[in-house]
């Protein structure tokens, strides 16, 4: 079976510009959190969702958003990119009502 | 604020022998303790979990061990291997709330040398 999916594998935007970024979550999950990791840090939580809806978000901006499609993949877009939003953006999909996150291999994003 | 404290921050270790990482948090709410592996260039792969009502988890050559009342947890790798090289993320769960989103501690940059 396919693990998650993520694209693209890299982006390069510049300030200032929107980015969106696509997960596909493993056959049979219906739920999909995003992280943002930070070269040398441990990965961050930015939201989940699940039945399409916004379940949990972390401590980021509203220029952080996502959405959820009826496939349970998912999108999160960033507005108004900051240098400071250079990252490796991870997907991690998990069976609703259960513990266990798969992470894909993550979209590395670089603004300039 | 870090929820999960996480050390050592890099670990040098020569094959065969048991690298431990340790972490340490504050937060009781906390209710699943997983480990993660992660190679550069990909994303971060589950090892092995645990919950608060388990003082220990084997699975393989990776074991954890949950102190609940000290609230510290650690992850031993017996028999170490040069392709055990990576790094190491402890994470947590909060209860309640209904979301999933797990808190990381840094990492430990694990190095097994042959």
């Known amino acids: 079976d396919a693990g998650v999916t993520q694209s693209p594998t890299h982006l390069i935007k510049t300030r200032g510009q929107h980015v969106t970024l696509r997960c596909s979550p493993i056959s049979g999950h219906k739920s999909v959190s995003w992280y943002q990791q930070v070269l040398g840090q441990g990965p961050q939580f930015i939201f989940q969702?699940?039945?399409?809806?916004?379940?949990g978000r972390g401590n980021f901006p509203d220029r952080f958003s996502a959405r959820q499609f009826p496939n349970y993949s998912s999108e999160l877009n960033v507005n108004a990119l900051l240098l400071g939003d250079s990252a490796l953006y991870l997907c991690?999909?998990?069976?609703?009502?259960?513990?266990?996150?798969?992470f894909g291999p993550g979209t590395r994003l670089t603004v300039t | 604020q870090q929820q999960v404290k996480q050390s050592p921050q890099s670990l040098i270790v020569q094959k065969g022998g048991i690298p431990i990482i340790n972490c340490a948090y504050e937060?009781?709410?906390?209710?699943?303790f997983p480990w993660y592996q992660q190679f550069p260039g990909k994303g971060p792969a589950l090892l092995i979990a645990i919950r608060p009502d388990v003082s220990e988890k084997k699975e393989g050559r990776f074991t954890i061990s949950f102190n609940k009342s000290a609230k510290q947890f650690s992850l031993h790798i017996m028999d170490s291997q040069p392709g055990d090289s990576a790094t190491y993320f402890c994470a947590a769960r909060e209860s309640g709330g209904g979301a999933d989103g797990l808190t990381f501690g840094k990492g430990t940059h694990l190095i097994i040398q042959p």
């Open positions: 991690a999909s998990s069976l609703v009502g259960y513990y266990e996150q798969y």
């Open positions: 937060n009781t709410a906390f209710d699943y």
């Open positions: 969702y699940y039945e399409k809806e916004e379940r």
